[in-house]
């Protein structure tokens, strides 16, 4: 399966399961060892587990590496040529992965629950 299909998957998955302001980030021209970055929001801790088991049960492929599961403020699950970021929202305002990234950012996706961007 491409990347790309991979990524739709990942973002079809999230979606359904209520993740919202999902970005795609290109890294494919820079140093980072990843092609892209997938960047979700969850509600709280809770949510941000269920979308990261949710992905790891349903995705034809097993995540390389993964962080922060037990704590649930932000997962990392590492699948080689992309990486999904799921963070709890006040998480994400924090570390800001989609400012530092901004020029990089080629893809939006949002759920009807989220505001478009």
């Not at 699948?79 to 990234?101: M, N, Q, S, T």
């Amino acid at each position: 399966m491409a990347v790309e299909e991979l990524l739709e998957r990942a973002a079809a998955i999230l979606e359904e399961k209520k993740g919202e302001d999902l970005v795609l980030v290109d890294l494919s021209d820079t140093t980072i060892p990843t092609s892209y970055f997938l960047i979700a929001t969850g509600e709280n801790e809770k949510h941000v587990r269920a979308l990261a088991e949710e992905l790891m049960e349903r995705m034809p492929l097993s995540p390389e590496h993964e962080e922060g599961l037990p704590e649930g403020r932000w997962v990392l699950l590492d699948y080689g040529d992309f990486v999904v970021h799921i963070f709890e929202r006040e998480a994400r305002i924090f570390y800001d992965l989609d400012g530092l990234w901004s020029d990089k950012i080629v893809k939006r996706h949002w759920s009807p629950r989220s505001q478009a961007v």
